[in-house]
């Protein structure tokens, strides 16, 4: 069976940093690009960016380029969103998810349960 | 960006046929994709590349369109699919989602 378990989310202040981590089971994680995907309190949802299966190549929303970085351990079949200069339209709740391609679109087959981040002073 | 427009809520009887419209900005081909997500839990893929039924998901389920106008059929509705449904397009970079059609049961 697919796991996908995020964690790393909580209380944090505007300005700062946060590292979100995501375990992965039930297939071979060095196998699959993934994404990380975020949805506001008010339900938008924003993909952030993806990760090649091998962590060779990122790509990010260009809104968000400057301040996500998104990075794998395959080793330890994880996932992870490094977030700096936090700002309050950051709070969401954020899912990783596995990709999966056809005719040359991405999309999201199996998401996790998603890890809620609040930015508040 | 490419904006994708869906109407914010439907309300229906169970055993209707019903459709939820997403329409694209721009082009997308047949890169459309729709998920279901009910309360308190992440989305779930039903349909992939416009029209292909994910495995698992009940034949009810059904998508069509390309270019900018899609629709994602349920058919017949059933009580257990009050949810919000998204669609999502990976055709133009950033990838980019609807802003969700909440469905009611009557």
């Known amino acids: 069976e697919v796991q996908l378990v995020e964690s790393g989310g909580g209380l944090v202040k505007p300005g700062a940093s946060l590292k979100l981590s995501c375990v992965a089971s039930g297939f071979t994680f060095s196998d699959y690009w993934m994404s990380w995907v975020r949805q506001t309190p008010g339900k938008t949802m924003e993909w952030i960016g993806d990760i090649k299966y091998d962590g060779s190549y990122t790509n990010y929303a260009p809104s968000l380029k400057n301040r996500f970085t998104i990075s794998r351990d395959n080793a330890k079949s994880t996932l992870y969103l490094q977030m700096s200069n936090v700002r309050s339209e950051d709070t969401a709740t954020y899912y990783c998810?596995?990709?999966?391609?056809?005719?040359?679109?991405?999309?999201?087959?199996?998401w996790g349960q998603g890890v809620m981040v609040t930015v508040s002073s | 960006d490419t904006v994708l427009t869906q109407s914010p809520a439907l309300a229906v009887s169970p055993g209707e046929r019903v459709t939820i419209s997403c329409r694209a900005s721009e082009s997308v081909s047949t890169g459309m994709h729709w998920y279901q997500q009910k309360p308190g839990q992440q989305p779930k893929l039903l349909i992939y590349?416009?029209?292909n039924l994910e495995s698992g998901v009940p034949a009810r389920f059904s998508g069509s369109g390309s270019g900018t106008d899609f629709t994602l059929t349920i058919d017949p509705v059933e009580a257990d699919d009050t949810a919000t449904y998204f669609c999502?397009?990976?055709?133009?970079?950033?990838?980019?989602f609807g802003a969700g059609t909440k469905l009611e049961l009557k």
């Open positions: 590349g416009a029209s």
């Open positions: 999502q397009q990976s055709w133009n970079d950033p990838y980019t």
């Open positions: 998810t596995r990709d999966r391609i056809y005719r040359y679109n991405y999309y999201f087959d199996y």
